[in-house]
């Protein structure tokens, strides 16, 4: 089944700097992967997705590659802010059955120091 | 527009107690259900999934189980509570028979087994 791993488990950067997170996954089917970021006590709220029929995806400071050869894909978060501050779990979809399961990555615990 | 709500929000249970934790969707038909466990600072831990009334499927063997009685409404319950049964469950729902779509989180219920 799909594994995904997902890299650094903590990242502290400057406010204003950039914020690069890396997952790997491990099924070559794959197609669907999501990010979410889950603030403290919070529910996990999906930031942006990408879908293997494409290579890069922007929204406003937020954007997402993905190297289906290498099988990874990252998170860039630029001009960061303190609010930037939260868990980020990257994902990918499992292609076993209809269930369109989501296999998460152990999450990264981002600080945006003021 | 869709919503997802779970109850309680907090619950506090003695050891070999039972649970019952109740998720519905509004909104949408025939959605594919998910159940999630996260331990503190942890990541998300698929435990069940459901893509129809009726219809359960187990990730983990444990001491819990699943329902889905209507088309949005997804229930988790155990007969006798462990004290390894802490932790933050959430409820998530995705549009069914569509591919790979977002999955979307209900706000969660905090269980703490004294």
């Known amino acids: 089944g799909e594994n995904v791993e997902q890299h650094p488990s903590t990242l502290s950067v400057q406010e204003g700097d950039s914020a690069v997170i890396k997952c790997t996954y491990s099924?070559?089917?794959?197609?669907?992967f999501p990010w979410y970021k889950q603030e403290l006590g919070k529910r996990p709220q999906l930031i942006i997705d990408i879908r293997s029929n494409v290579g890069e995806k922007k929204d406003q400071r937020i954007a997402v590659t993905l190297n289906k050869t290498a099988k990874h894909f990252s998170l860039h978060i630029t001009e960061t802010q303190p609010e930037d501050s939260a868990v980020y779990f990257c994902?990918?979809?499992?292609?076993?059955?209809?269930?369109?399961?989501?296999?998460f990555g152990s999450g990264t615990r981002l600080l945006v120091r003021p | 527009s869709q919503t997802i709500h779970q109850w309680p929000a907090t619950l506090v249970q003695p050891v070999g107690s039972p649970l019952s934790l109740e998720c519905t969707v509004e909104?949408?038909?025939?959605?594919?259900l998910y159940w999630y466990r996260q331990a503190a600072g942890r990541g998300l831990q698929l435990l069940f999934y459901s893509v129809g009334i009726g219809q359960i499927s187990s990730e983990v063997p444990q001491n819990l189980s699943a329902s889905r009685p209507q088309d949005r409404q997804f229930i988790l319950s155990s007969k006798k509570l462990l004290l390894s049964d802490s932790g933050f469950y959430l409820c998530?729902?995705?549009?069914?028979?569509?591919?790979?779509?977002?999955?979307?989180f209900g706000d969660g219920t905090r269980l703490s087994i004294l």
């Open positions: 998530a729902w995705s549009v069914g028979a569509l591919g790979n779509q977002p999955q979307h």
């Open positions: 909104g949408t038909s025939n959605p594919n």
């Open positions: 099924d070559s089917a794959s197609n669907y």
């Open positions: 994902a990918a979809s499992g292609t076993e059955d209809s269930s369109y399961k989501l296999i």
